[in-house]
Nanobody
Framework: QVHLVESGGGLARPGGSLRLSCAAS????????MGWYRQAPEAPYDQREF??????????MYGNSAKGRFTISRDDAGNTVYLQMNNLKPGDTATYYC???????????????WGQGTLVTVSS
């Protein structure tokens, strides 16, 4: 099993920055990617928006909300990923969930773990 623990959420002003961390533990050798999704306060459970991800090979993948403002990186061991969020907007207010995926037999990326979520609030 894979266990994900997020940290770094909180309150930021519009135009400010926050950095989220996600540490993975357990059986992580076969992870294909790690990344972040978010769920707005009023959104239902099944409407998590993909924000950003990074593959085991180091390729970054961006959702529409992340382009130009958010970046993702990871430590040398590949166990921890970081989401750097700049120029934050009130619309970025959401619970951010770390996600890990493995490569399925058909070549698709399949969810294998979710973190517990960390709340980011952008408000003046």
């Amino acid at each position: 099993q894979v266990h994900l623990v997020e940290s770094g959420g909180g309150l930021a002003r519009p135009g400010g920055s926050l950095r989220l961390s996600c540490a993975a533990s357990g059986i992580i050798d076969n992870l294909a990617s790690m990344g972040w999704y978010r769920q707005a306060p009023e959104a239902p459970y099944d409407q998590r928006e993909f924000v950003i991800g990074i593959t085991v090979g180091g390729t970054s993948m961006y959702g529409n909300s992340a382009k130009g403002r958010f970046t993702i990186s990871r430590d040398d061991a590949g166990n921890t990923v970081y989401l750097q969020m700049n120029n934050l907007k009130p619309g970025d207010t959401a619970t951010y969930y770390c996600n890990a995926k493995v490569l399925g037999p058909d070549g698709s990326l399949n969810d294998v773990a979710w973190g517990q979520g960390t709340l980011v609030t952008v408000s003046s």
